[in-house]
């Protein structure tokens, strides 16, 4: 095989010569990410970089090169070295051989491989998601993401997922390198990542690398597909309630590629068919569309373009119209200089949501924004073989506007606009990653800044409490606005600085085992307003600043992982703690709904968290799979202010509303014949924490509850089936699928009422999002 893209590279140190260049797919020249590369006879080991990019520094000589990644034959390719070289290797994709179990598995996934010093990390398969059962025949990685360990959801109606305990806005979810605010379509049913345009979907909930930074619980790093440079080639794909298109092909004569694909739901074309006008009026549908586009201008630079945008739109009638999406924007610039990788990033990220509640003399009109925009500047530099440096800074620009009122057509209302929330948030990230032989050693430190800017205005309150105790009735009363102070455009209103260490070490036990252990400091200066478990489109974000301290963590993990039989079976177990600083919760009955003062409702506590994870990987043969389980407890402490208020919950510890003691999941997917392929997964969880009402009582006729105390009692347990059938045939892919196959009804919220017969009698009423749900799709590539 000849080898193209073999150009002169910057020398290194005398006597060493630059081996260097990207790992790509040989059908489409997309870059591999994490792609191994072995040095024959010299036990070298290297890793292409998260651009595909990786460089060696060798003596002169002829050397057997190995490049490996999963799902991609491997290539042995003799080199010789007579002056510095830049060669692309390209791998070709391994065909399925279902029937057949003498493939072997090239590399073992992240979180199962003894080698790599990463821990607490999660790598999907994209392709292979396709094979694995999801609600109404829509592919999605951040659903597939609830089928590992430390992974969960609130309930079936939201893709915010809550990482090892956390809150769903405790993870920094990344769509190359912009920030998604709101991850979620349809309110929650489904994400907005469309799988047609997804590339590389990691997940960091632990051992967290000093780039990422902003976050509490993890990194979700999504990268979208580059598009192909060969050849022109498009899919389509039609289910039940959404269908795409991609397309996708080269640009320059393969220097370049473009990548297109759009998604749409088509409920709202049917409720036009309706005889009902309420029902012609309505609307409820969702669109996205990604983009991208890359020019290569010469080996080792490249360029890069990217965008998303997406909405959702859901009208009753003349009752209520609401709307929300994202919009995001890349730009980014790689350029190799030998040892050392460059890339620059400039990323935009918009979400902004409006409500129209009625329309009449009484109507009104709400919308919210959220945006940024953030330059980085990164480098990788390959010191020697196994000493890695990677540094970087950058800097973020956030604006938020919490609400912005008005009147809807025909409305008298009043218009009013509350401040715009400014800040800057610098970072600086310094990682080095040394490889001793059995010890690997990953150790950095990350510099966050976080400075509110005016213009906007901040009440003071009487001896600086926004929230008092009152012992007379009970409860917790704004406190009083004694003054308030308007900061002109620009000014600081409050600044925050953080050191954020970060460590990670890997022992090698034996060949095919190593013990693991990390340590990582993150801190988060934005929050979601909510005071439910589960978050919806209207839910909007608050930053630190006066009364409100940045939220921080502290996690340490010890893991063990063990390959079997040349990486065919894969086992890791882990556990971790974390321990929480600043949090927030809310008062009873905490009033969020359009306050301009959100620090009179809120009370700060601490939380904990700690747990046992356990993985097991089939990776090869006709039977493939994973099964995950979970033991974990997840708690928060809220102390009242003074001595003389109780807090929440007495001040005691009490679950936090993501808290699941167990969580089982197994997933299978068996290959029946060359082109029949049955998919499965089977979940079992802890009930999630609620509060019961423990006694009643009577007031002015109404027969009220006297609620317990918070997240003392739960939900019953939940369980589902998930089954998917795959029919390949030339072109085509006709699949079946059954959510929740035996039709269970989880209950996903609980709620207390009086009996319509009897008043006297209080009833708990469950809801469920899902019984069973089947779907079908069809997709076709040209």
Known sequence: ????????????????????????????????????????????????????????????????????????????????????RSIDFELPIRPLQLLELTAEVDREPPDIDPTSVEMSVIRLDVPQLSQVPVVLGEADPVRALTLFPGISTANDATTAINVRGGAADENLILLDDSQVFNPAHAIGLFSTFNPD???????????????????????????????????????????????????????????????????????????????????????????DLNAKTNVRYSATGQILLSGYFGRDRFKLSDVVSVGWGNSAGTLRWNQAFGSLFSH???????????????????????????????????????????????????????EIEPANTGPSAGSFVVARDF?????????????????????????????????????????????????????ELGLYEPGVVRDSIEYDDGETIESFWSLEPRLSLRVGVGAVSSIKASYSRTRQYLRLV??????????????????????????WGLGFVRSFSNGAYGVS????????????????????????????????????????EVLLRKNEGRIRGWASYTLASSEQRTPGLTEADPGINGGAWYPSPYDRTHDVSVTGIYGLSDSWTLGGNFVFATGLPTTFPVSRYQFGGLIL??????????????????????????????????????????????????????????????TSVFGAVPSISYRWSF
Do not use: C
């Open 705 to 766: 509850g006297e609620f317990g105390p918070r997240n003392a009692e739960r939900l019953p347990d939940y369980h589902r089936l998930d089954i998917t059938l795959t029919k390949r045939f030339g072109r085509g892919e006709l699949q079946f699928g059954v959510f929740n196959v035996y039709n269970r009804f989880n209950a996903q919220a609980l709620a207390f009422r009086q009996s319509l017969d009897d008043r006297l009698i209080t009833e708990a009423v469950e």
């Open 1 to 84: 095989m000849a080898w193209p893209g073999v150009v002169a590279a910057q020398e290194p140190d005398a006597g060493r010569l630059l081996l260097s260049g990207y790992v790509r797919s040989a059908e489409n020249l997309e870059v591999i990410r994490g792609a191994r590369i072995q040095v024959g006879g010299m036990d070298l080991l290297f890793e292409s970089n998260r651009f595909g990019y990786y460089a060696i520094e060798l003596p002169p000589g002829v050397y057997s090169i190995t490049v490996s990644y999963i799902g991609y034959e491997t290539r042995t390719e003799s080199v010789s070295l007579e002056t510095s």
């Open 197 to 287: 345009a997804v590339g590389d979907v990691t997940l960091h909930k632990g051992a967290i690398p000093a780039r990422y930074g902003g976050r509490l619980s993890s990194v979700l790093d999504i990268q979208q597909r580059e598009g192909n440079s060969r050849e022109f080639e498009g899919a389509a794909t039609i289910g039940l309630l959404a269908s795409r298109l991609s397309l996708q092909g080269p640009l320059f004569g393969g220097d370049g590629s473009w990548l297109v694909t759009g998604r749409r739901t088509y409920a709202d074309l049917f409720l036009g068919l309706s005889s009902d006008p309420a029902l012609q009026e309505s609307a409820a549908y969702f669109y």
């Open 419 to 471: 401040d715009t929330k400014r800040a800057l948030a610098p970072e600086a990230f310094i990682e080095h990653e040394i490889d001793l032989g059995r010890v690997t050693l990953r150790y950095g430190l990350r510099g966050s800044g976080f400075v509110r800017r005016g213009p906007e205005t901040v009440f003071l309150y009487e001896d600086d409490r926004p929230v008092v105790y009152r012992p």
């Open 573 to 612: 177990v882990e556990a971790y703690y974390k321990r929480l600083r600043d949090l927030v919760d809310y008062v009873d009955g905490a009033d969020l709904i359009l306050n301009e003062r959100l620090e009179t409702e809120i009370l700060p506590g601490e939380g904990r968290g700690y747990g046992l």
């Open 530 to 555: 909510t005071n439910t478990n589960s978050p919806t489109p209207l839910d909007i974000w608050d930053p630190a600043g006066p009364y409100v301290e940045p939220y921080t963590a502290d996690q």
């Open 344 to 398: 620059v990033t400039l990323a935009y990220s918009d979400y902004t949501y409006d409500l129209q509640n009625g329309f009449n003399a009484n109507g009104v009109s709400v919308d919210s924004r959220i945006r940024n925009l953030s330059l980085k500047i990164e480098e990788d530099w390959q010191l020697s073989a196994g000493n890695a440096l990677e540094f970087g800074l950058g800097l973020t620009n956030y």
